[in-house]
């Protein structure tokens, strides 16, 4: 199964967020992504939230920043 990830840095907020979630299913994203998003950015649970979530999932793991690490 296809390892999905949200970043909350492309997330439209003022408080610089730098959280990303990861799960195997988009049902499970989307759920972690709504808790996120209501308990952290005080946004209402709505059928737009749900869609602008969407919008920014990304298929694999959210990149991590390793300087220095060399192959
Ligand atoms: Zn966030």
Same mark, same amino acid.
Request: net charge negative; with cysteine; aromatic share 4%.
């Given at each position: 199964?296809?390892?999905?990830?949200?970043?909350?840095?492309?997330?439209?907020?003022?408080?610089?967020?730098?959280?990303?979630?990861?799960? @195997?299913?988009?049902?499970?994203?989307?759920?972690?992504?709504?808790?996120?998003?209501?308990?952290?950015?005080?946004?209402? @649970?709505?059928?737009?939230?749900?869609?602008?979530?969407?919008?920014?999932?990304? @298929?694999?793991?959210?990149?991590?920043?390793?300087?220095?690490?060399?192959?």
């Amino acid at each position: 199964m296809a390892r999905k990830f949200i970043d909350c840095r492309e997330f439209p907020s003022e408080m610089n967020c730098t959280v990303a979630i990861a799960a @195997d299913s988009e049902g499970e994203l989307l759920e972690a992504a709504v808790q996120h998003a209501v308990s952290v950015h005080k946004h209402e @649970d709505t059928p737009e939230l749900r869609a602008m979530l969407k919008s920014i999932f990304h @298929d694999g793991t959210a990149p991590m920043e390793q300087p220095g690490r060399a192959a």
